[in-house]
């Protein structure tokens, strides 16, 4: 009997403190399939940034528009040392959508670098390092890529809130099935997701909240309850918190909040 092609996927889910990454493969048991949990690339270039700072020397940013918190702050932090900050248009994008509050923010968009800065790449998945740290271990790098990124999404004229609940509003009236938040081409709206898609040439990317949930549904007592009954599904973020009420797998509500202003009993109330 012929045994089905070998499946390998390198599936990372970025978040703002961490990046959880796991290489699947189709012919091992997931617990046996290589693991790890490194600082997400926001913290990775806030200290990458950091160094600069320390060293005085001028910062230029390119590469794509990723998370921001960690790398934005410690942007914020090296212009407040007196020291210039340049950034790409596209790079730019990571402090913020509107190049004027980018401008307000102390950054000057141009695309040459100017003498003597350091240049840091910006993106949510770097596979270089990623390639690199596994190969020291004799583990080839997956063809296949999934990224998961948190993406508040982006339209000139409207909050970043306003696009991302339009969004999420969006799949709840169209009775989505969880699998249609899994794309090749992201909305355009969706600027993050759409910045992997980019930078990674037919990378599956989703958001973290809908890749939580799916990643729940894979254990049978959690999916023999949302096949039967229905179930609550709760995603508890260093940053958001990202609950839904689904059954099968087709989505009935959602709630996001950020975790720092929620509690136990308020989830629970909820």
């Known amino acids: 009997m012929t045994q089905p092609p070998r499946l390998r996927i390198l599936a990372v889910d970025v978040g703002a403190g961490t990046q959880d990454v796991l290489v699947y493969e189709s012919d091992r048991e997931p617990e046996n399939c290589v693991k790890l949990v490194l600082p997400s690339q926001t913290q990775v270039v806030a200290r990458r940034i950091a160094a600069v700072t320390a060293a005085r020397r001028p910062l230029h940013l390119t590469g794509a528009v990723m998370g921001g918190g960690a790398s934005t702050g410690a942007v914020q932090a090296h212009l407040a040392a007196g020291l210039p900050v340049t950034a790409t248009a596209n790079a730019a994008r990571t402090i913020h959508n509107d190049p004027v509050r980018v401008a307000r923010f102390g950054v000057t968009i141009r695309e040459d670098t100017p003498s003597g800065a350091a240049v840091i790449a910006l993106r949510d998945l770097d596979l270089d390092a990623l390639g690199g740290g596994l190969n020291a271990f004799g583990v080839a790098l997956p063809d296949i890529v999934a990224g ?73 007592v959690v999916a023999r309850a949302a096949n039967s009954t229905g179930a609550i599904l709760v995603n508890v973020g260093n940053m958001h918190t990202f609950a839904v009420l689904l059954q099968g797998r087709r989505l009935y509500g959602l709630f996001e909040h950020h975790t720092g202003g929620l509690t136990t009993a308020l989830i629970g109330d909820l």
């Open 148 to 220: 998961a990124v948190q993406d508040h999404g982006y339209r000139p004229g409207s909050g970043n809130n306003e696009v991302r609940f339009e969004y999420l509003q969006g799949l709840l009236d169209g009775g989505a099935d969880l699998a249609g938040m899994v794309y090749r081409q992201p909305p355009a709206e969706m600027t993050r997701m759409a910045a992997v898609s980019e930078t990674i040439p037919g990378a599956y990317v989703m958001d973290t909240g809908a890749a939580a949930v799916l990643g729940a549904l894979g254990d049978p």
